[in-house]
């Protein structure tokens, strides 16, 4: 599992909460990503990060926002969820030495009620 | 723009092999990716294929990638109910990023 954790893993929300989920690895990683995954469109890349405090958007970056304060955590926080935004969210790394690899962490299932 | 697509649904008798196919649009895509996805849990990367290679075999996994048709299809050997599971075609196109189909699902019957 590349020593990749998620928080929380379930999450139950409200329309309009904020929330914030973290992808936590401890091998000194220096990409990870975020991805959701909806039935019919596999898994879309929200946001990206090269390091510490450079991040970048990806394909379905609206409404979502990450930060990435210590090389060990990638946190990605939904200012107000909408019911749009239910999907399973999954980290991902790429190993160091390894650039043509990415690995995922077990993922987190949002609901937005 | 850049697009993967897949069939969605396969279904083997344990012991035959599988074929489960992709096509891609990105003519300049490096990498292809074969990911497996059981129930509940992330993504396992199963292999993955360097542009310029025709084929790689790992165990019971063979990969084939027909660069002029842009096609991938990944080979199962001897298929168990263990491979039963989503898996995910993937490619690495010219920004870097990983572009995903929208999975085929595995179901082998004993």
């Known amino acids: 599992d590349a020593g990749i954790t998620q928080s929380p893993r379930h999450k139950v929300t409200e329309t309009g909460t904020p929330v914030t989920l973290r992808c936590h690895q401890t091998e000194n990683h220096r990409y990870m990503y975020w991805y959701r995954q909806d039935p019919g469109h596999g898994l879309r890349l929200i946001h990206y990060?090269?390091?510490?405090?450079?991040?970048d958007k990806g394909e379905v970056s609206d409404g979502y926002s990450v930060s990435r304060s210590k090389t060990e955590d990638f946190l990605l926080t939904l200012e107000s969820a909408t019911s749009s935004q239910t999907s399973v969210y999954f980290c991902a790394i790429t190993p160091q030495g390894r650039p043509y690899e990415q690995y995922f962490g077990p993922g987190t299932r949002l609901t937005v009620t | 723009g850049e697009d993967v697509e897949q069939s969605l649904f396969l279904s083997v008798r344990e012991g035959d092999s599988s074929v489960i196919n992709c096509t891609y649009t990105d003519s300049s895509s490096t990498y292809l990716y074969w990911y497996k996805q059981e129930p509940g849990a992330g993504l396992q990367l199963l292999t993955y294929i360097f542009s310029n290679m025709d084929m790689k075999q790992d165990q019971r996994l063979t990969v084939l990638l027909n660069k002029k048709d842009k096609h991938l299809s990944l080979r199962i050997a001897d298929t168990q109910t263990g491979d039963s599971a989503i898996y995910f075609c993937?490619?690495?196109?010219?920004?870097?990023?990983?572009?995903f189909g929208q999975g085929t699902t595995l179901q082998v019957k004993p």
């Open positions: 990060s090269y390091g510490v405090k450079d991040t």
């Open positions: 993937a490619e690495k196109s010219n920004t870097g990023k990983l572009i």
